[in-house]
């Protein structure tokens, strides 16, 4: 009889879950679509964006600052500088092995194995 009743009142709160999730979802369909709906239909105008007039001042182009100014000298390219070790007369450039690490390395201890006497 027991597990009759608890499933019944388990029923019970399952129904009452589902009909306040029902009930909240048709209150919020309601007031998103029904209300706001109403406020899209009032006559009040549309504001429209009516963008600015833009005016560029060129006077400074005329100022006596900008007749002071030097320009940059000519950076010869990249590849025109670039001197190889090889024309340099070095030639063992680098490690070995790159990703060696710079610090030395503990080297592993012998280990020894028990002799049987």
């Not at 029902?22 to 919020?28: D, K, Q, S, Y």
């Given at each position: 009889?027991?597990?009759i009743l608890t499933q019944q009142r388990k029923r019970q709160r399952y129904l009452i879950i589902l009909t306040?999730?029902?009930?909240?979802?048709?209150?919020?369909i309601w007031w998103n679509y029904l209300i706001k709906s109403k406020e899209k239909k009032s006559a009040v105008p549309l504001n429209i964006y009516v963008p600015k007039e833009i005016k560029i001042n060129f006077n400074i182009f005329n100022n006596p600052l900008l007749s002071e100014l030097q320009l940059f000298e000519e950076i010869p390219p990249f590849e025109q500088n670039v001197v190889t070790p090889v024309e340099e007369g070095i030639e063992n450039v680098g490690r070995e092995n790159p990703f060696l690490p710079y610090y030395p390395t503990p080297?592993?201890?012998p280990t020894s194995s028990p002799t049987k006497k």
């Open positions: 009889m027991a597990i306040v999730i029902v009930i909240t979802a048709l209150i919020l080297t592993p201890l």
